[in-house]
């Protein structure tokens, strides 16, 4: 998804035409770019001085990169081998240094013979390959190379001239000195690129034209030309993502909406004198931002962020009630139909006879409290669909099955999201158009989002953060357990699992595979091509039964995945919540909105397969009551990884907003936003949503003000391309999900 302004001819033209249908084919597979536009901002990923090295010592496992690095020795090493001719193998070692570290180059067969003539001690080259390890030691096989010879007279001149080199980001098939070939090709055509900054925005900050910091990204002659070309290149991204957004908040702004606001006594206080303990401050103040929002005649778009266990579910039923109370509908949307049975049984609890409108032994305010979900029977459907036309039902809780056309409702005035990254502006759009008038929303996450990522990717809605957690809420200890290194830590983890069993708790053991894939052989080959050098994931069933059958034996153990039917599904939820399970062995479907404050112990298998958001989602699931919580995270990665380094980020801390930077910090910004939302978000290049706080805050500010001044942004065309080049793909990527 780019942020490519959609550009004059000359950067419109097909790769193919100006690079050959070969390299162009590989470029548009691999790296997405088809456009001369598309290659012009395929920015490098960092630069290397010549005559300066790289940092071997901080490469990262199991990721292409290309180092540029001198030969300190070379073996040519002969072994046995029945598949070689003559019965004799060869291996060349060579290793490489730049004064950080040194790093092992393997090759094998007949690709030993060119760089064992050519990769001599002393000899400089830029190499590429994915980086493993054998022998406990960092190694690339089968490298890409490319010799460093200034006096090549074959050599372009220009192409070495710069002190700088770029790196692109480069995939096998495609090395980044390739692509710094291809970039040279079209480079020329930078000077057509249209600008979508504003004139007076551009100078007043002191950045570039867009031509000049598209030539200085690709062929800086120092680090200044570098640092000037990003500085007016991120711009250029969050300014055009931001009037994207301002224009949704404009168009959104001139909607009407029926202002809701509670009777003094109605609905609302009945429910809060019935209340066994007082609302949190920090609930008091997010319900009033909420209460106000309501009252006014423009539909509310506000999120609500809040950690696990914060009291959400809690502020969202108080703002459904006030909807109530003035006479509307309001709407539950949960991402499953486990989450959404949870909201209705816990909701119908907390109103007590207040959620029995129209029954025997309802109370005065009392409403309807329906469930709407896809695997209801026929009857209990056509009745809870009646109960939303006539009225009868105040507040429905469903799936996306509340979506469908047939759906209809009496009033509806506020529609809560649950765990907003589960569904798209879409569907947000298509339960929006079941009012008379646009309703009011209130997106919930229990996902802590750094503030420059909700204006990023929730950029069209206000924020509201409950950030303390209810009174009598325990503290969760975490800790890595490396089952590789010390296998005896994985078994001191089951004794501490049978320990809180034997003090009347309970225990989840999280894994991430279901085990029974094997049904699909197409999946089972892709996955075993996949996992041809790593071994699978752990999967439930398998785990469930070996625990069973070892360390936990003599436990009630059940298991819980996706795959279940849903009746199936509730019933080991029930069990365990009554406390007739000890140990449930499940995937992530527990991760939201499962509450069983009993269980105080959670085991999470290969745990450096989950992100650090999901790990600090799943830990939330334990210490919900007053026992102390116990998460252990197993993996069986090296000490030095980078995965074993984001394990003790989440057993370091348990603040989610932390995580949440160390996790952006991690991975690329893309991955973040691209799940969080479509379309849009995944653009980003340049941009760092954390380290460009400021940029973003003050991109925001400068294209709310434009937009306001004129929406059609009729005095900016190269800013109209940009943006329909914006959401054309946007849409686009829609259409593909289906």
């Known amino acids: 998804m780019d942020l490519v302004p959609a550009l004059e001819e000359p950067l419109k033209q097909p790769l193919k035409s100006v690079l050959g249908p070969a390299t162009a084919k590989v470029m548009a597979e691999h790296l997405g770019l088809h456009s001369v536009g598309d290659l012009l901002h395929h920015y490098p990923r960092r630069y290397e001085e010549r005559g300066q090295l790289t940092h071997l010592a901080d490469l990262p496992m199991d990721e292409h990169v290309t180092v540029v690095a001198m030969v300190a020795d070379a073996r040519l090493h002969t072994f046995a081998s029945s598949k070689a001719p003559r019965g004799k193998g060869q291996r060349l070692e060579v290793t490489i240094t730049d004064g950080s570290g040194r790093l092992q180059l393997v090759f094998f067969g007949n690709g030993v013979h060119k760089p064992h003539k050519e990769l001599l001690p002393g000899t400089r080259a830029m190499f590429s390959g994915k980086v493993s390890v054998f022998n406990r030691r960092l190694q690339l096989a089968h490298p890409a190379y490319e010799l460093l010879r200034g006096d090549d007279p074959d050599e372009s001149v220009e192409s070495w001239a710069g002190a700088l080199i770029p790196l692109y980001p480069a995939t096998a098939k495609l090395e980044s000195w390739k692509i710094g070939k291809a970039v040279q090709t079209v480079l020329p055509s930078a000077q057509e690129a249209l600008d979508p900054l504003p004139p007076t925005l551009r100078d007043g900050r002191g950045l570039l034209p867009l031509p000049e910091a598209l030539l200085k990204i690709h062929r800086p002659h120092t680090k200044a030309d570098i640092a000037a070309a990003r500085d007016r290149l991120k711009w250029d991204e969050a300014f055009v993502l931001q009037v994207a957004l301002a224009r949704r908040r404009h168009a959104d702004a001139q909607l009407p909406a029926v202002a809701r606001r509670p009777s003094p006594d109605g609905l ?11 609302l949190t401050d920090g609930q008091q103040k997010v319900s009033k931002e909420i209460f106000d929002d309501l009252a006014t005649e423009h539909p509310m778009h506000r999120l609500l962020q809040g950690e696990v266990g914060s009291g959400k579910t809690m502020v969202a039923l108080r703002a459904m009630l006030a909807v109530v109370d003035a006479g509307g509908q309001a709407a539950m949307l949960a991402p499953t139909e486990v989450l959404a049975q949870q909201h209705h049984r816990s909701i119908t609890e907390m109103m007590g006879e207040l959620a ?3 029954m025997l032994g309802g109370a005065d305010h009392a409403t309807k409290v329906v469930l709407l979900t896809g695997s209801m029977g026929t009857a209990a459907r056509r009745q ?3 109960d939303l036309v006539t009225g009868d039902a105040g507040i429905v809780i469903g799936t996306h099955a509340l979506i469908e056309d047939k759906v209809q409702f009496h009033d509806l005035g506020l529609v809560v999201v ?11 759009d298509a339960l929006r158009g079941k ?3 646009p309703p009011h929303l209130l997106v919930m996450t229990a996902t802590p989002i750094p503030r420059t990522v909700a204006m990023t990717v929730f950029g069209d809605l206000e924020t509201s953060v409950l950030d303390q957690l209810p009174a009598g809420r325990s503290p969760i200890a975490t800790h890595v357990v490396p089952a590789a290194d010390k296998p005896h830590f994985l078994a001191r983890a089951w004794e501490r699992v049978r320990e809180e069993v034997g003090n009347g708790h309970q225990a989840y053991v999280v894994c991430p595979r279901i085990g029974d894939e094997e049904d699909d052989p197409e999946k089972a080959k892709k996955s075993a091509e996949d996992e ?6 752990l999967a439930v069933l398998d785990v469930a039964d070996q625990l069973a059958k070892g360390p936990l034996s003599g436990l009630r153990v059940e298991v819980l995945h996706g795959r279940m039917h849903p009746d199936d599904k509730d019933a080991v939820m029930r069990r365990f919540a009554a406390g007739d399970t000890d140990v449930l062995v499940a995937t992530t479907v527990i991760e939201v909105g499962v509450n069983v404050p009993n269980a105080t112990a959670m ?5 450096d397969r989950f992100g650090v958001s999901q790990l600090h989602q799943l830990r939330g699931r334990v210490g919900r009551g007053s026992a102390p919580g116990l998460c252990l995270l197993v993996t069986e990665m090296p000490e030095a990884s980078a995965a074993r380094q984001r394990l003790t980020a989440v057993a370091s801390t348990l603040d989610g907003f ?3 930077r160390i996790d952006l910090e991690q991975r690329r910004e893309g991955d973040v936003l691209g799940q969080a939302q479509s379309g849009a978000r995944s653009s980003l290049r340049v941009l760092a949503v954390i380290e460009d706080e400021e940029i973003i805050a003050e991109a925001r500010e400068e294209a709310t003000t434009l937009v306001a001044r004129d929406p059609e942004l009729t005095e900016l065309p190269g800013l109209r391309t940009a943006l329909d080049a914006l959401l054309d793909e946007e849409r686009e990527q829609y259409l593909e999900k289906g």
């Open 658 to 660: 932390e995580l949440s």
């Open 384 to 386: 809870a669909m009646l």
């Open 435 to 437: 009012g008379k008038q």
């Open 603 to 607: 085991v999470i298998m290969d745990a």
């Open 532 to 537: 041809a050098e790593k071994r699978p994931p």
């Open 356 to 358: 029995e409108g129209g």
């Open 268 to 278: 609302l206080t009945a429910f809060d004198d019935r209340l066994p303990f007082t």
């Open 418 to 428: 649950d765990e907003q990254h589960r569904f798209g502006v879409e569907q947000r």
